[in-house]
């Protein structure tokens, strides 16, 4: 079993509160979305892996079982070509939970007109594999969001 863990601090809403439908409608795959405080921070591993894809916005992490974790810092946030986020591994790193993946400022990307809740999805899982889901509440950077069998 993984336990994926919060990538930021903020207050978990679900995946049906995403403002967007691919999220929403769990189309990614599984999982809960963290609306972030807004100041700035880290976003950080949520299991212990190695990074699989990286770009400013968003990071999947795949952990010793193969299970893939996206975190996606924001909504759209594409769009704003990787101004206000910092990346602080590469490609092909080994991370461990907790260590810091992007700087990035939640208010700034709002202050964008974008919205800086962040998914955190379970890749190819199905939502009966997902456990302890957390979808309301305080969350602190590296609380439990799910466990994964």
């Known amino acids: 079993m993984t336990t994926v863990s919060s990538p930021i601090a903020g ?4 995946l049906a ?3 967007d439908p691919v999220f929403s409608g769990a189309m990614v795959g599984p999982g809960t979305a ?3 405080a807004r100041e700035p921070a880290e976003a950080v591993a949520p299991v212990d892996g190695v990074v699989v894809s990286l770009h ?3 990071f999947v992490v795949v952990d010793a079982e193969g299970h893939g974790v996206l975190t996606h810092l924001g909504i759209d946030t594409v769009q704003l070509n990787g101004e206000g986020f910092e990346l602080l591994v590469n490609k ?12 990035w400022n939640p208010a700034a ?27 309301d509440g305080d969350v602190k950077t ?5 466990s994964w069998q």
């Open 56 to 58: 400013p916005h968003a």
């Open 17 to 19: 509160a995403v403002p």
């Open 92 to 103: 092909g790193d080994t991370v461990t939970r907790g260590q810091a993946v992007v700087r």
């Open 109 to 135: 990307v709002e202050a964008a007109g974008k919205s800086p809740i962040s998914p955190v999805i379970a890749l190819e899982a199905t939502a009966d594999a997902l456990g302890d889901l957390r979808e």
């Open 142 to 146: 590296g609380d439990q969001l799910f």
């Open 34 to 36: 963290v609306d972030p």
């Open 11 to 14: 207050r978990a809403i679900g």
